[in-house]
């Protein structure tokens, strides 16, 4: 069992236990609460398809591309959030972590990449 990761707003408490996310209010909770917890949940469901990915086979009409050569071609311009989508992926299976140009590029600059990301597989539109 991972060790819970908490997050607590005035009058309310969220967590991620395992793969799941329990809340608990504590009193009244308000708007700003609210706004609090849901940025805090987007947050919690990214880490979890991370943390907790589902695997099916490749597509057949996908791209499979390496981390780092997905990485040079952003940088090259080759591909835009205009020019389709992808999912994060192995060198097998790919993921139900769906990315675009612009989310792998933040997620890029902040290094979180999951250890068994090595691929992206990519749909153009």
Same mark, same amino acid.
């Given at each position: 069992?991972?060790?819970? %990761? ?9 967590? #991620? ?5 329990? %809340? ?18 987007? =947050?919690? @469901? %990214?880490?979890? +398809?991370?943390?907790? /990915?589902?695997?099916? /086979? ?6 499979? %591309? ?5 990485? +040079? *071609? #952003?940088?090259?311009?080759?591909? *835009?959030?205009? *020019?389709? !989508? ?5 060198? =097998?299976?790919? =993921?139900?972590? =769906?990315?675009? @140009?612009? !989310?792998?590029?933040? #997620? *890029? ?11 992206? #597989?990519?749909?153009? +539109?």
């Amino acid at each position: 069992m991972k060790k819970p %990761i908490k997050f607590r707003c005035s009058n309310l408490v969220a967590e #991620i236990i395992n793969d799941g996310i329990n %809340i608990s209010p504590e009193g009244n909770v308000g708007a700003s609460d609210a706004n609090y917890l849901f940025q805090w949940l987007t =947050s919690a @469901v %990214i880490y979890l +398809k991370f943390t907790y /990915p589902e695997f099916e /086979p490749l597509s057949d009409y996908g791209k499979l %591309i390496t981390i780092d050569q997905f990485r +040079k *071609d #952003i940088m090259l311009g080759c591909f *835009d959030d205009y *020019d389709g !989508s992808g999912c994060l992926a192995t060198e =097998s299976k790919q =993921s139900n972590v =769906s990315v675009s @140009v612009s !989310s792998f590029a933040r #997620i *890029d600059s902040n290094h979180d990449f999951p250890e068994w990301v090595t691929h992206v #597989i990519w749909f153009n +539109k």
